[in-house]
């Protein structure tokens, strides 16, 4: 009769075993391998130490906020929020639906300097109560522009 015995070359492919003493030789999160992983006890209470050598996983592969764009912060295009909707800002003209009001729900205030963009909300219900909408010279996303100064991306 065969035995019954694997391959013990097929046990190393993958990430087959499981249990405390699984090793997955190309799983980076993977601690340590080889024999002293096979002697590691199985409870909670027992600590791991790193493995050591001349790197450790840490500094081999660094943190992925150095890749990310830093954020890009959105300032209130105007020095003080705007109260009266139906004024219009310095500098901004109302561009709407013909027969639309100034401040009113078919238009929007456009800074033809700036190329900004802004549309009062302040009838809004909570929880996110009165704001501007505004859209910034790139003609991307749309903000909401607070009366305590926050800026936040509309969603």
């Given at each position: ?16 075993n ?11 999160n ?50 003080e ?13 109302w ?46 996303p ?14």
């Amino acid at each position: 009769m065969p035995s019954a015995a694997p391959d013990a070359s097929a046990a190393n492919v993958g990430s087959t075993n499981v249990g405390p003493a699984a090793t997955n030789a190309n799983d980076p999160n993977q601690l340590s391998s080889g024999p002293e992983a096979s002697t590691r006890s199985a409870s909670p209470a027992t600590s791991v130490s790193p493995p050591t050598g001349s790197v450790q996983l840490a500094q081999a592969i660094p943190p992925l906020i150095f890749f990310e764009e830093p954020p890009v912060l959105i300032r209130p295009p105007l020095p003080e929020f705007p109260q009266d909707p139906s004024v219009p800002p310095s500098g901004y003209v109302w561009r709407g639906q013909p027969g639309s009001q100034p401040g009113g729900p078919n238009g929007n205030y456009y800074n033809p300097q700036t190329q900004e963009t802004l549309r009062p909300d302040l009838q809004h219900e909570p929880p996110l109560g009165p704001h501007w909408d505004y859209r910034a010279p790139d003609r991307g996303p749309w903000y909401r522009w607070f009366p305590d100064g926050r800026v936040e991306l509309k969603t």
